[in-house]
């Protein structure tokens, strides 16, 4: 079955550029779907990074477009998501996430990510 | 830009008893945009409801999504033990592309 796994670190300094990545394993990215990046800080609820087709198309949320990469990599079934110039505000459990029609119907397992100096 | 109010915030039922969540949107929403998802402590959040309407994979029939326009409603039938979570809504499709609700905690009485 389809499986996702968030990798990164876990412990970001202030200013500095977040970088993760999602392995998918079960599928292959290059057939199709989108592909997106969730956030929830610590107590709050949940916030749309951005989405990704096999294509290199993208989504953004305004609020972030500024900062934030979303990449694919077809090659090693893979996609990433980077944030620049993070803060504590960025502080957060990231998950990856699968989109199926009109919804994330599949999700990582989250990673947490602390700003911390 | 769309945005999810959800209510009530937090519900304190038994188990048993029924339930009903509200999803109210500040535009209209294509009922085959809206989803609502289930999240336990310290876990991913799991999809429960997509279209509205249609139940995700392995969701019992229990739960079940109604609505059109700027108000959804999940509603659980008679309450388990595991369905003691938060539950969240989410748009697709308007922009920005994805929103998702505050959130209402559903907890035991």
């Known amino acids: 079955q389809v499986q996702l796994q968030e990798s990164g670190p876990g412990l970001v300094k202030p200013s500095e550029t977040l970088s993760l990545t999602c392995a998918v394993s079960?599928?292959?990215?290059?057939?199709?779907?989108?592909w997106g990046w969730i956030r929830q800080p610590p107590g709050k609820g949940l916030e749309w990074i951005g989405n990704?087709?096999?294509?290199?198309?993208?989504y953004y949320n305004p609020s972030l477009k500024s900062r934030v990469t979303i990449s694919v990599d077809t090659s090693r079934n893979q996609f990433s998501l980077k944030l620049s110039s993070v803060t504590a505000a960025d502080t957060a459990v990231y998950y990856c996430?699968?989109?199926?029609?009109?919804?994330?119907?599949?999700w990582g397992q989250g990673t947490v990510v602390t700003v911390s100096s | 830009e769309i945005v999810l109010t959800q209510s009530p915030g937090t519900l304190s039922l038994s188990p048993g008893e029924r339930a009903t969540l509200s999803c109210r949107a500040s535009?209209?929403?294509?009922?085959?945009?809206l989803a609502w998802y289930q999240q336990k402590p310290g876990q991913a959040p799991r999809l429960v409801i997509y279209?509205?309407?249609s139940r995700a994979t392995g969701i019992p029939d229990r739960f079940s999504g109604s609505g059109s326009g700027t108000d959804f409603t999940l509603t659980i039938s008679r309450l388990e033990p595991e369905d003691f979570a938060v539950y969240y809504c989410?748009?697709?499709?308007?922009?920005?592309?994805?929103?998702f609700g505050q959130g209402t905690k559903l907890e035991i009485k």
């Open positions: 996430a699968k989109v199926g029609g009109a919804a994330f119907d599949l």
């Open positions: 079960g599928y292959s990215i290059s057939s199709g779907y989108y």
């Open positions: 990704i087709y096999r294509s290199g198309s993208t």
């Open positions: 535009q209209s929403v294509n009922s085959i945009y």
């Open positions: 279209g509205a309407s």
């Open positions: 989410q748009q697709y499709g308007s922009s920005p592309l994805v929103t």
